[in-house]
């Protein structure tokens, strides 16, 4: 699912929960308190069949190329989901394989490389 959040940046808050069937995404503190919130809609487009994306194996990886508008994307994300800790696990699957990007417990991204 890809979501469009719409507003100004919120920069402090703890962690944010996005309403799909109301188009809300809250952001809280870490006392579970709204600090602020948003607009936000799914964005509903074809997409590539998800299961035959994600990775099964784990092949080793010697160079991998993404392109780097899509880290920066990525990035934006991981502070909705971790303001203070924007770190993500990058789960390699071979040079020319998708990799899946972890940016918490509930949410992941699935990134094609691009040929370098």
Request: with cysteine.
């Amino acid at each position: 699912m890809i979501i469009s959040i719409k507003s100004a940046k919120f920069t402090r808050f703890d962690k944010a929960k996005i309403d799909t069937r109301n188009g809300i995404a809250t952001y809280l503190d870490k006392d579970e308190l709204r600090v602020g919130a948003a607009i936000c809609e799914v964005i509903d487009r074809k997409y590539p069949n998800i299961e035959q994306v994600i990775p099964k194996k784990n092949i080793l990886v010697s160079i991998i190329g993404f392109n780097a508008s899509y880290l920066a994307d990525i990035q934006k994300v991981a502070k909705i989901y971790n303001p203070k800790y924007q770190s993500i696990k990058i789960k390699p699957n071979g040079n020319d394989n998708a990799s899946i990007i972890e940016l918490s417990e509930n949410a992941s991204v699935i990134i094609i490389p691009m040929k370098i």
